[in-house]
């Protein structure tokens, strides 16, 4: 199992960014799947969160109604479309899934918001 991110980057407030997370070494489309944040000094927090199909998706409280979390399953590959970043959105975003009963992580991808 391998998971890979892309597309972290520095960003002004209240700007967007969108990140994928690229799946092999399994049945992507059999997975529900999960990106999760780790700030500076901070616990991994979970940010969202989507079922195998697509069909049902979850967002923690701060980034409800910002940011948008989606998957081609055709194409192995999950997104999380970022819009009116703050600064507190500033973290390490890692995608994650459960898989033969072990945790997957990806390496993350850094994301700063700051003027």
């Known amino acids: 199992v391998q998971l890979v991110e892309s597309g972290g980057g520095l960003v002004q407030p209240g700007g967007s960014l969108r990140l994928s997370c690229a799946a092999s070494?399994?049945?992507?489309?059999?997975?529900?799947m999960r990106w999760y944040r780790q700030a500076p000094g901070k616990e991994r927090e979970l940010v969202a969160s989507?079922?195998?199909?697509?069909?049902?998706?979850n967002y923690a409280g701060p980034v409800k109604g910002r940011f948008t979390i989606s998957r081609d399953n055709a194409k192995n590959t999950m997104y999380l479309q970022m819009n009116s970043l703050k600064p507190e959105d500033t973290a390490v975003y890692y995608c994650?899934?459960?898989?033969?009963?072990?945790?997957?992580w990806g390496r993350g991808t850094q994301v700063t918001v700051s003027s």
């Open positions: 070494g399994f049945t992507f489309s059999m997975y529900d």
């Open positions: 989507i079922r195998s199909t697509g069909g049902t998706t």
């Open positions: 994650h899934t459960i898989a033969f009963n072990s945790n997957y």
